[in-house]
């Protein structure tokens, strides 16, 4: 029996990513992913006749260009594509467009707001700063306060300098900002209800919260920090669909000698003397290890792969109560023909970007407050996007790939598990509400493919369906994420790690965390880090 160096639980993004720097810093790395193909959440298959989905993930922003240079991955065949902008859909029949360009939405807003035109500039000036504040800390360890060793004295010295750099004028609206609600924050700059809607929706994107509820305001912040081709706050379709990322990751990984086992599902890490050796797959085989890393979140990690008393008993109580919270769902669907929204002026660009119709930030509570009553939202919040518009590779000429992000969908359905009638019943709701907007649009559709958090759970391994493997809330954030005294991606088991989302600086295909872990990993080795973009820390 073949022995590896280190074992990576899934083949999602940040367990290739983690997998690609360790292979390269010469250790010999082993993949095993439960489904027939690598990729996780960031996966694009072929469904229906000649049309590809990105099943899960659907746009690319926040990965690091950083790990984008190291791996090489455009050389592997990763191509970004970045989109202009795209619209709000206003039940009056009219739309609001936005646009990459800061002066051409800055000129949208005056359509509606001359006030709001003027807001806008202060308003991404002060988001601007709190990304600057912010980005540095992504591809660094979060430093542990109770800690007196040197690593974690030079980092938290590190954030002393930077909150030092801030006047106290700054330093008030940064710890406001971090803790209210994105409803309140665009408040504090805006008049016009479609204006705050359309700049809310990135503060509940994958949260169980609501655009009134503290905390949302960060959340902005995380898909604001966006960056394709060095533009901050710009998005992108992978040309190929979200698949294209993970393939070049995998394509990188085995360049550099590494192996990959698909369908090989983990049973249990095995453990020996506290010690990680391996895991164990559902079939009986075991792959052995010095090392393991898990890009599982850390419920399914520590409450399913360990057996608990291999555990700390306060650590095992913090697992369990680690919030996941799902509040997700996804729609794709294979098209025959362009769909027609005739608010929108014949050949504007906005059908090629992100297309909303939600209209008002209390329509977007209202749709929260169905899923705290345990129901999917009779009006959703949809993030509905055409790739095939920018990218002729996913759907034959004539044909179009549309996905549609969903808020808000409970885990239960009013405390029961998904039947598949609701889930049926969920896709109605979302394809009614389109249709509202898109006269015809039922007429165009040849395939469905439907995903609520027991899907997501099921066929993906995200606990409860939380598409960021725990909610990016101030408690769950730096040393807090996922466990306090265990967030630098080691556990209480020697030669255990995370390096998934749950871990710092959490969800999103970012490939951080991946970044992160392979960095502590080295260092617990005495290994040089010579391959890796010198963003990790200072120490």
Same mark, same amino acid.
């Given at each position: 029996?073949?022995?590896?160096?280190?074992?990576?639980?899934?083949?999602g993004?940040?367990?290739?990513v983690?997998?690609?720097?360790?292979q390269?810093?010469?250790?010999q790395?082993?993949?095993?992913? #439960?489904n027939d193909?690598?990729?996780?959440?960031?996966t694009?298959? #072929?469904?229906?006749?000649?049309v590809?989905?990105?099943?899960?993930?659907?746009?690319?922003?926040?990965?690091?260009?950083?790990?984008?240079r190291?791996?090489?991955?455009?050389?592997?065949?990763?191509?970004?594509?970045?989109?202009?902008? /795209?619209?709000?859909?206003t039940?009056?029949?009219?739309y609001?467009?936005?646009?990459?360009d800061?002066?051409?939405? *800055?000129?949208?807003?005056a359509?509606?707001?001359?006030?709001?035109?003027?807001?806008?500039?202060?308003?991404?000036?002060?988001?601007?700063?709190?990304c600057?504040?912010?980005?540095?800390?992504?591809?660094?360890?979060?430093?542990?306060?109770?800690?007196?060793?040197?690593?974690?004295?030079?980092? @938290?010295?590190f954030?002393?300098? #930077? =909150?030092?750099?801030m006047?106290?004028?700054?330093?008030?609206?940064?710890t406001?900002?971090?803790?209210?609600?994105?409803?309140?924050?665009?408040?504090?700059?805006?008049?016009?209800e479609?204006?705050?809607?359309?700049?809310?929706? $990135?503060?509940?994107?994958?949260?169980?919260?609501?655009?009134?509820?503290?905390?949302t305001?960060?959340?902005?912040?995380?898909?604001?920090?966006?960056?394709?081709?060095g533009?901050?706050?710009?998005?992108?379709?992978a040309?190929?669909?979200?698949g294209?990322?993970?393939?070049?990751?995998?394509?990188?990984?085995?360049?550099?000698g590494?192996?990959i086992?698909?369908?090989?599902?983990?049973?249990?890490?095995?453990?020996?003397?506290?010690?990680?050796?391996? %895991?164990?797959?559902?079939?009986?085989?075991?792959?052995r290890g *010095?090392? =393991?890393?898990?890009?599982?979140?850390?419920?399914?990690?520590?409450?399913?792969? =360990?057996d608990e008393k291999q555990?700390?008993?306060?650590? %095992?109580?913090?697992?369990?109560?680690? #919030?996941?919270?799902?509040?997700s769902?996804?729609?794709?669907?294979?098209?025959?023909?362009?769909? &027609?929204?005739?608010?929108?002026?014949p050949?504007?660009?906005?059908i090629?970007? &992100?297309l909303?119709?939600?209209?008002? %930030?209390?329509?977007?509570?209202?749709?929260?407050d169905?899923?705290k009553?345990?129901?999917?939202?009779?009006d959703?919040?949809?993030?509905?996007?055409?790739?095939?518009?920018?990218?002729?590779?996913?759907?034959?000429?004539?044909k179009?790939?549309m996905?549609?992000?969903?808020q808000?969908?409970?885990?239960? =359905?009013? /405390?029961?598990?998904?039947?598949?009638?609701?889930?049926d019943?969920f896709?109605?709701?979302?394809? $009614?509400?389109?249709? &509202?907007?898109?006269?015809?649009?039922?007429?165009?559709?040849?395939?469905?493919?439907?995903?609520?958090?027991?899907?997501?759970?099921?066929?993906v391994?995200?606990?409860?369906?939380?598409?960021?493997?725990?909610?990016?809330?101030?408690?769950? @954030?730096?040393?807090?994420?996922?466990?306090?005294?265990?967030?630098q991606y080691r556990?209480?088991?020697?030669?255990?790690?995370?390096?998934?989302?749950s871990t710092?600086?959490?969800?999103?295909?970012? /490939?951080a965390?991946?970044?992160n872990?392979?960095?502590?990993?080295?260092?617990?080795l005495?290994?040089?880090?010579?391959?890796?973009?010198?963003?990790?820390?200072?120490?």
């Open positions: 029996m073949k022995k590896y160096d280190v074992v990576v639980i899934g083949g993004h940040n367990g290739l983690a997998a690609c720097y360790l390269r810093a010469g250790l790395v082993a993949v095993v992913e #439960k193909w690598v990729g996780g959440a960031a694009s298959r #072929k469904l229906a006749d000649e590809f989905y990105s099943n899960c993930s659907y746009v690319c922003s926040l990965f690091r260009p950083e790990i984008m190291d791996l090489e991955l455009p050389r592997f065949g990763l191509q970004i594509v970045a989109y202009e902008g /795209g619209a709000v859909l039940r009056d029949g009219g609001l467009s936005s646009y990459r800061h002066h051409r939405h *800055r000129r949208e807003f359509r509606y707001s001359a006030r709001d035109a003027e807001a806008y500039d202060r308003y991404a000036r002060d988001v601007t700063r709190q600057r504040f912010i980005q540095p800390l992504l591809m660094r360890t979060a430093p542990d306060p109770f800690s007196l060793r040197p690593r974690d004295i030079g980092e @938290l010295l954030l002393a300098r #930077k =909150v030092g750099d006047s106290a004028a700054e330093f008030s609206r940064t406001r900002f971090w803790t209210m609600s994105i409803s309140d924050f665009l408040d504090e700059y805006f008049e016009t479609v204006i705050k809607a359309y700049l809310a929706i $990135s503060g509940i994107i994958g949260t169980a919260l609501g655009p009134m509820s503290p905390g305001a960060y959340v902005l912040l995380h898909h604001y920090m966006g960056e394709v081709d533009s901050v706050g710009a998005w992108g379709y040309r190929g669909g979200m294209a990322i993970t393939q070049a990751l995998s394509a990188s990984f085995q360049a550099a590494g192996d086992r698909t369908g090989a599902e983990v049973d249990s890490v095995i453990i020996r003397n506290g010690e990680a050796e391996g %895991v164990a797959l559902a079939n009986g085989d075991e792959v *010095r090392l =393991v890393l898990s890009n599982a979140d850390v419920k399914r990690t520590f409450l399913k792969l =360990v555990l700390p008993e306060r650590f %095992v109580h913090r697992v369990k109560h680690f #919030k996941m919270r799902g509040s769902g996804k729609v794709n669907i294979a098209l025959d023909g362009l769909p &027609d929204f005739p608010a929108l002026p050949g504007c660009h906005s090629k970007g &992100d909303h119709f939600t209209d008002t %930030v209390e329509r977007i509570e209202r749709a929260y169905d899923w009553d345990g129901r999917w939202s009779a959703p919040f949809l993030d509905a996007m055409i790739p095939t518009t920018l990218d002729p590779t996913m759907a034959p000429p004539g179009h790939f996905s549609c992000f969903v808000y969908c409970p885990p239960k =359905v009013e /405390g029961r598990d998904w039947t598949d009638a609701d889930r019943a896709a109605e709701t979302v394809i $009614s509400q389109i249709a &509202d907007y898109s006269p015809g649009f039922r007429d165009r559709i040849l395939h469905m493919e439907v995903r609520t958090p027991r899907e997501l759970e099921a066929e391994g995200l606990t409860e369906g939380n598409i960021f493997q725990g909610e990016l809330t101030f408690d769950q @954030l730096l040393f807090n994420r996922p466990v306090p005294g265990y967030a556990s209480p088991v020697k030669g255990l790690y995370l390096c998934g989302s710092h600086p959490g969800g999103g295909v970012m /490939g965390p991946g970044y872990a392979a960095a502590e990993v080295l260092r617990d005495k290994l040089p880090r010579t391959h890796m973009s010198p963003a990790h820390d200072i120490l």
